[in-house]
Nanobody, 120 residues
Framework: QVQLVESGGGLVQAGGSLRLSCAAS????????MGWYRHAPGKQRELVAS???????NYADSVKGRFNISRDNAKNTWNLQMNTLKPDDTAVYYC??????????????WGQGTQVTVSS
């Protein structure tokens, strides 16, 4: 069994900051990629940021320069530091990961979601 638990969402004014955290637990052989998606009302789900075990990162163009993703491979945790937040960042944020339990097959797992609301 693998479980992802995330935390850190909340209400913040435009220009403020929040830090999201995600922790994976269970029968984990390796985590190949860690990241966050977000889903806002009326919009499609989008990848916000991701990071590999080799520290290769990818960011949505809308958050580059404002958000930073980091991870601790040994502890199976990762974070999303969100700065200079905008109302358009309002969404439910889901952490996810590509995880292998066998060393051969990789599966995608999701956190429960955490609401981020940015007021103007």
């Amino acid at each position: 069994q693998v479980q992802l638990v995330e935390s850190g969402g909340g209400l913040v004014q435009a220009g403020g900051s929040l830090r999201l955290s995600c922790a994976a637990s269970g029968n984990i052989f390796s985590i190949n990629r860690m990241g966050w998606y977000r889903h806002a009302p009326g919009k499609q789900r989008e990848l916000v940021a991701s990071i590999t075990g080799g520290d290769n990162t990818n960011y949505a163009d809308s958050v580059k320069g404002r958000f930073n993703i980091s991870r601790d491979n040994a502890k199976n945790t990762w974070n999303l530091q969100m700065n200079t937040l905008k109302p358009d960042d309002t969404a439910v944020y889901y952490c996810n990961a590509l995880i292998s339990m066998t060393g051969t097959y990789v599966y995608q797992y999701w956190g429960q979601g955490t609401q981020v609301t940015v007021s103007s």
